[in-house]
């Protein structure tokens, strides 16, 4: 059922981005009366559909093959290729008889509609659930293996990475990683330490599953009324710090410890106050005690839908921003960024195993700008060699040839091929190890 709701999740999102950046083609040709031939969701690849129908004098279709969608400009070189109309005289109704200006709006118009989507989608977010976040001041990391390694010890509260001072706990690993941090200074007990980050490692902090959790102390909120020590007398405040002799600093110690003392009567050393107390507890069969424990430093903005605007513009710049951080990062093949990449595969574990409306729209807004700036790469093929190639003649009058064209987008079908092929063996070899 998890893998049902997942594979929903996934086929209804890439659908929906899918048409939405087609759409964008789609309405600047007609507002411009350039005819489109095709307008498809997913490719009918040898001509195979699952359904088609016409209107207005195009060809609308759902192809067999969901790693796309197109829209089917006349006149234009694009990945249909499709040369026989171009042996022609231009007519009035094609994408080349239109000067340039227009032609920028046509092969630009999918990506303004996945921004244009992604501002609505995060307008949206801001104005229902408003926006919270783990602070990172006063929070305490808890070091994995890797952090350990890189010079971080687990207790750390981390002040600042070279010049940039984080707000965002959640935040961290992508920014040593997309910022080139060379310096973490962090606060170690009473003590300010500077952390040099060997860049060697990078590759490491990119494809490490998380490079920080939360050192959250064992501070209990409340105890769980139908648990195993609803009566056992411990309060709100109380910390933890040992369970059956055996120090517990933070919470991932506690889960080792009570792991082991399953369905065991122990002592609980509590600290209360200026007072230490054994309280004897009992450890389920699960290895839990029945308690909630008080959460991390979360900070939370509510917004009105008037102010949810500008915060929603706000944040799709700033994501923007940082996916073309990672995008720089994927040209580094020293950073191993291309490690990452993925297909359909990895979007899909993406998606969690229940239908959650907040985490949907979100995935899909961040979907949307992926698409969008991924579009933009100035490789023939993509929207991006488009745009170029008509800057290009908006810049000097004059219009790169056909032959130029053809060459140019054969190059760049070669080199997405290229890319699928290294998106599926990751998520291969992924699902392999």
């Not at 499709?82 to 032609?103: F, G, I, N, T, V």
Request: glycine share 10%; aromatic share 10%.
């Amino acid at each position: 059922m998890d893998t049902l709701i997942k594979a929903l999740q996934v086929i209804l999102a890439l659908s929906l981005l899918i048409f939405i950046h087609e759409l964008g083609h789609f309405m600047w040709a007609k507002i411009f009366h350039i005819r489109v031939d095709k307008f498809y969701l997913f490719f009918d690849i040898g001509g195979k559909r699952i359904a088609r129908w016409r209107w207005g004098g195009t060809e609308f279709g759902i192809g067999w093959l969901p790693l796309g969608g197109y829209c089917k400009i006349s006149g234009m070189v694009d990945e249909s290729m499709d040369l026989e109309q171009m042996k022609s005289d231009p007519q009035p109704w094609e994408y080349r008889s239109h000067p340039a200006w227009q032609r920028l709006f046509v092969t630009a118009g999918g990506v303004l509609n996945n921004f244009i989507f992604a501002i609505i989608c995060y307008i949206g977010i801001m104005a229902v659930w408003g926006q919270s976040y783990i602070a990172n001041q006063g929070t305490k990391v808890f070091a994995s293996d890797l952090a350990y390694e890189m010079g971080f010890r687990t207790g750390d509260e981390i002040l600042s990475l070279d010049d940039y001072v984080p707000e965002n706990f959640a935040a961290l690993q992508a920014d040593i990683a997309r910022r080139n941090v060379h310096k973490a200074t962090v606060l170690r007990g009473s003590d300010t330490l500077d952390i040099y980050i060997d860049q060697a490692m990078i590759s490491e902090v990119l494809n490490a599953p998380l490079l920080f959790d939360i050192a959250l102390p064992f501070v209990i909120d409340s105890v769980a009324a139908d648990g195993p020590n609803a009566a056992s007398g411990l309060l709100h405040g109380d910390r933890v710090v040992a369970f059956g002799g055996k120090d517990v600093e933070f919470l991932q110690d506690a889960r080792e410890v009570l792991e082991g003392l399953r369905g065991a009567s122990i002592d609980a050393e509590v600290v209360r106050g200026a007072d230490t107390l054994a309280v004897p507890v009992v450890v389920d069969t699960a290895g839990r005690i029945g308690v909630y424990m008080v959460m991390p430093n979360i900070k939370k903005q509510e917004y009105s839908v008037l102010t949810a605007i500008p915060a929603g513009i706000k944040l799709t710049g700033d994501t923007i921003r940082g996916y073309l951080q990672d995008l720089r990062l994927l040209a580094t093949p020293s950073t191993g960024a291309y490690k990452s990449v993925g297909s359909f595969i990895a979007i899909g574990q993406v998606f969690p195993a229940i239908w959650d409306w907040f985490k949907f729209i979100n995935i899909i807004a961040l979907l949307s700008i992926m698409l969008g700036v991924m579009n933009l790469i100035p490789i023939p093929g993509l929207d991006g060699g488009h745009i170029v190639f008509t800057l290009f003649e908006m810049i000097t009058g004059r219009k790169p040839g056909e032959k130029f064209l053809v060459i140019a987008q054969m190059i760049g079908m070669i080199l997405l091929i290229g890319l699928m092929v290294l998106a599926f063996g990751n998520d291969i070899g992924r699902l392999i190890h």
